[in-house]
């Protein structure tokens, strides 16, 4: 077979900060070359869940064939969209290797932020072409000189190679579309070599099954192949094929070059592994491509439904979810406060929070969310070596020797006014300072080394405060290191609260367990008698705070007309009672599990 | 409703107290959330004509036998003289005034004057005066628009034509108030020798004055342990002076509890007249429109003034059993209450019952359950988890 179709070819991703307007941009990109309709465009086609347009960000990455024009001939340019957060890096990078170019979007006001910075490290590092896309430039205070001066400084690229562009006004588009026909080159693969095809994303339909992304490599695809996925071992029937336009249509191939959708009867998004390698069973290549990664949480919380009716709602409302996000982790938990839950795994702290609120919103479950840990290696006394990913799952520290736990590199990118405090803030979560690198336009690149179980505590928020929204930050796992630290549990009326209970390093011991303690005492109501709350390593309390006994709830008139009124409202207390959690005779607000994140 | 209707057999409501509201004051307390007005005097008129319309609808259609009248407010005595007297002879046109066995008409004191409290005497046989406080400047924080001396010139005019029954109402744990001062308010109320003494916990209310400037952070009420002390204290000084408790807020003279008061608490049926009024007679409760021009253009064209009206199930005639009869000293009668609920409370909530008497919030023998002075100012805890 002739290789030369795949000259009218251009594979492209779009890499941008939240809001700098990527898919803006990719509605214009489609809406210009028709390949939508105007009118019926929903604004936004690639951000399907509504949480995400809400959030201003993609998770899923799908694939999108645009037909353009260009000196009189007809290309395919596939437009294939990354997750925009620093939670989905690996996902982002299966997304980009597909790809021979990318837009890079930067906000001509907002400039260069840490999370661009390292999705465009990770393009150059796969050879990709980078288109920089000056967006925004119709608005008032955008300064597209200095975003392609930093962007010079920053990721040495020429400037004179931006294109200034205003998604939202559709300024550009025209030039953008033949950048990218002009300076992204045509894939390289080889039509008559045996299958070799990437997984880029897969996705959960109940009508089909899961729905494969596929960048083919080498060889192509046919229905009615049996294919192998290499890293995970497995064969599959294949169904059908297709692309996407943007609705799924089906083709009878899918070349080398070529992006699209396989369906082949798997059941399940666990049986896929993004990065994976598909190939022909009976004729497979030789070698997988490289770079493929087992998807692992990094950041665990106990979800706990506040009446327990609700725990197989849960159960029912997790798998639900992980039948399209395979990177959700989770296993039945039971605490002693909490009653029956799940101990759940994710990305990052933006992943958690979004499951948190899809199981909220879409699923109406009212949850308690504990604390936010990260996986310890805990090492006993006899050298042997437990992952604990949950403070009630540490054994007694006696039998402990060491604790290791994950560190990151974490950059930050700040206008420089607020590098001072920034530096505070990373020094005072244990961070290891590495470099400060000064960007023309008056900004700072700042590198530190820092546990995660630091940053997931609190971390982003108190960075957006204290550069007023204008820092942005990016982290990757290096390594586990050894680390002092200590569990510290929380007794309410001298009951052991399992689920307030926190693994911290010992130099934050004492402190945080007596701001805990004093948070505790605010948020916990007044009960019928005085009510210890306590902070304790092992047996040795630590911080101790009273909640005296409630000295008065009465209604000093009740008359004829009050009756109603007043039935109701004590009924009304009575309600918000059962929302408590009771934890012996002392009933918990909600609040209380979620003021140990307000603790710093 | 039709007032048109008439019936062969009027049913006989057991309802033994009539409660007639006068929404009007001369000001507005900013404590008060009762419905009254300080801005519509002009109203009073066609006010008591819709009142006395809304009293004939039952007259016509009911069995009226009741006997206790409460003219409450508001301020009733903010009414002029020609005022009152077309009233009460409107009200004792349709109700036999001598089978009442009390009559109370409330009153502020800047409204008692020689000629009202004439009025007053031919009338009713109680008056309860609002008084609060005897210190001026927890008047002034209150917003009262009497003064000290204004209290006790009332209260001798009121026994001088001849009042037999006088109520005082004693306000506690008012901004910056101690309870020495407490306790001084309620020896000098005592000294006065009324037959029954109020003694009310300022409560704070949402949508009033207070609860506003309480949101605002510009009200600060003594601490609940300070309002704790100043109850049981106020509590003991008043029955060592010979009032004895009855229910959470009210001390009497013996033989003078409020018999009106009593009958809600009970709980028993009674009639409400006039705007925002409630009653509860034949299994349901009924509340009327506060609004006083809207109550009286319905009463003119002969509509119904109530606003809600709530069937009283088993379930709700149980909570409200435990919740009035848990106000009172005498507690919850196991008799009265097996014969109407026909279970026994004893065994039904022997749990609830023993976790409170072991702390000292109730007691519980064979005249009942009953709570503590502890125990009424946690009765609302109490009471929920009968709930």
């Not at chain 2, 109320?189 to 506003?212: C, K, Q, W």
Request: charged share 25%; proline share 4%; aromatic share 10%.
């Amino acid at each position: 077979m002739d290789n030369s179709y795949m000259q009218k070819i251009r594979n492209f991703s779009i890499i941008a900060h939240i809001d700098h307007g990527k898919s803006t941009l990719a509605d214009r990109l489609l809406e210009h070359t028709g390949t939508i309709d105007k009118r019926k465009m929903k604004e936004q086609v690639l951000d399907s869940m509504d949480l995400e347009r809400e959030r201003g960000i993609t998770i899923k990455a799908k694939a999108v064939a645009i037909k353009y024009k260009y000196n009189g001939e007809e290309y395919s340019l596939n437009l294939i969209d990354t997750p925009g957060h620093v939670d989905f890096t690996y996902e982002v990078s299966r997304s980009l290797i597909a790809s021979e170019g990318a837009l890079l979007v930067i906000d001509a006001s907002q400039g260069i932020e840490a999370q661009t910075m390292a999705n465009a490290h990770i393009a150059m590092n796969s050879n990709l072409l980078l288109i920089p896309v000056i967006n925004k430039i119709d608005l008032p205070n955008a300064d597209p000189e200095n975003a392609i001066r930093e962007m010079e400084e920053l990721l040495a690229l020429p400037g004179e190679d931006a294109i200034r562009a205003s998604a939202k006004e559709g300024i550009g588009t025209e030039e953008i579309l033949r950048a990218i026909v002009e300076r992204i080159p045509a894939p390289n693969g080889d039509v008559n070599k045996p299958l070799k095809a990437l997984v880029m994303d897969a996705q959960f339909d109940f009508y089909k099954g899961v729905i494969t992304f596929v960048r083919i490599v080498d060889g192509y695809i046919k229905p009615g192949m049996k294919i192998l996925m290499m890293a995970s071992n497995t064969k599959w029937d294949v169904d059908n094929i297709g692309i996407f336009k943007p609705g799924m249509v089906e083709t009878d191939i899918l070349r080398a070059g070529e992006v699209g959708y396989i369906v082949a009867g798997i059941k399940s998004l666990s049986d896929i592994k993004i990065g994976d390698t598909v190939t022909d069973n009976t004729n497979p290549c030789d070698r997988a491509l490289p770079g493929y990664k087992e998807v692992k949480p990094m950041v665990f919380c106990g979800l706990f439904p506040v009446v327990s009716e609700q725990y197989t709602e849960l159960k029912d409302a997790l798998m639900k979810l992980k039948l399209n996000d395979s990177s959700l982790f989770f296993e039945p938990e039971s605490s002693e406060a909490l009653g029956f839950g799940y101990r759940c795994g994710f990305l990052g702290l933006l992943h958690m929070e979004i499951i948190q609120e899809r199981l909220e919103r879409e699923y109406n479950l009212n949850l308690i969310a504990t604390a936010p840990n990260v996986e310890y290696k805990v090492v006993s006394t006899k050298g042997e070596t437990t992952i604990c990913d949950a403070p009630a799952s540490f054994p007694d520290f006696s039998y402990i020797d060491h604790i290791e736990e994950p560190y990151v590199k974490l950059n930050l990118i700040t206008p420089s006014e607020f590098l001072g405090a920034l530096m505070q803030l990373c020094q005072s979560r244990r961070g290891v300072y590495v470099t400060t690198e000064y960007i023309m336009g008056n900004r700072a690149l700042l590198t530190y080394e820092m546990p995660l179980a630091e940053i997931i505590w609190d971390f982003y928020d108190k960075l957006k405060s204290i550069s007023r929204g204008y820092a942005s930050m990016d982290y990757e796992l290096m390594d586990y290191r050894t680390s002092d630290l200590k569990k510290v549990d929380i007794l309410v009326n001298h009951e052991k609260v399992d689920s307030l209970s926190f693994i911290t390093h010992e130099q934050f011991a004492y402190n945080r367990a007596k701001l805990l303690v004093e948070k505790l005492k605010e948020v916990i109501p007044r009960q019928m008698f005085v009510v210890p709350i306590q902070g304790a390593i092992g047996a040795s309390i630590i911080s101790r705070e009273t909640i005296p006994a409630m000295r008065k709830n009465v209604l000093a008139k009740c008359y004829g007309g009050d009756i109603t009124r007043k039935r109701k409202l004590l009924e009304k207390q009575k309600e918000g009672k059962k929302r408590m959690k009771a934890i012996g005779s002392v009933e918990i607000p909600q609040e209380a599990f979620l003021a140990i994140l307000k603790v710093d | 409703m039709d007032n048109n209707q008439s019936t062969d057999q009027k049913p006989s409501p057991a309802a033994s107290g009539l409660y007639v509201h006068i929404p009007f004051c001369l000001q507005k307390c900013p404590y008060c959330d009762f419905s009254s007005f300080d801005d519509i005097p002009y109203l009073a008129d066609n006010y008591i004509e819709a009142l006395l319309r809304e009293l004939r609808y039952y007259k016509n259609n009911f069995e009226l036998n009741f006997d206790t009248l409460f003219i409450g407010g508001g301020t009733p005595t903010a009414l002029t003289e020609k005022q009152l007297d077309y009233l009460f002879s409107g009200i004792y046109s349709m109700v036999n005034r001598k089978k009442m066995k009390e009559i109370t008409v409330e009153a502020n004191p800047e409204t008692v004057t020689e000629r009202k409290a004439k009025v007053l005497e031919a009338n009713v046989n109680r008056v309860s005066l609002g008084c609060q406080t005897f210190h001026e400047h927890h008047l002034k924080k209150l917003n009262r628009i009497h003064d000290a001396s204004a209290i006790y010139a009332a209260f001798e005019l009121l026994r001088k034509y001849g009042t037999k029954n006088i109520n005082l109402d004693l306000m506690f744990g008012i901004e910056g108030q101690s309870t020495a001062e407490v306790l001084e308010n309620i020896k000098k109320a005592a000294a006065l020798n009324p037959e029954h003494i109020s003694f009310y916990m300022l409560t704070v209310y949402d949508h009033t004055e207070f609860g506003r400037l309480k949101d605002e952070g510009l009200l600060k009420l003594p601490e609940d342990e300070i309002m704790e002390h100043m109850y049981l204290k106020g509590a003991q000084v008043l029955e060592e002076a010979g009032y004895a408790q009855y229910e959470i807020s009210n001390f009497s003279k013996p033989g003078r509890q409020c018999i009106h008061n009593l009958n809600y608490w009970k709980p028993g049926e009674y009639v409400g007249v006039g705007a925002s009024a409630a009653s509860c007679f034949d299994g349901s409760r009924y509340k009327n429109i506060d609004d006083v021009s809207e109550y009286i253009k319905r009463l003119k064209t002969d509509s119904d003034p109530a606003e809600t009206s709530e069937k009283i199930t088993p379930e709700t005639a149980l909570k409200d059993h435990i919740m009035l009869r848990l106000r009172l000293v005498a507690g919850i009668d196991p008799h009265v209450f097996r014969d109407q609920f026909s279970f026994d409370f004893e065994s039904k909530y022997s749990n609830i019952i023993s976790q409170f008497t072991k702390q000292g919030l109730a007691i519980n023998d064979s005249r009942g359950f009953r709570l503590t002075k502890k125990g009424f100012l946690l009765s609302n805890e109490i009471i929920q988890s009968f709930f």
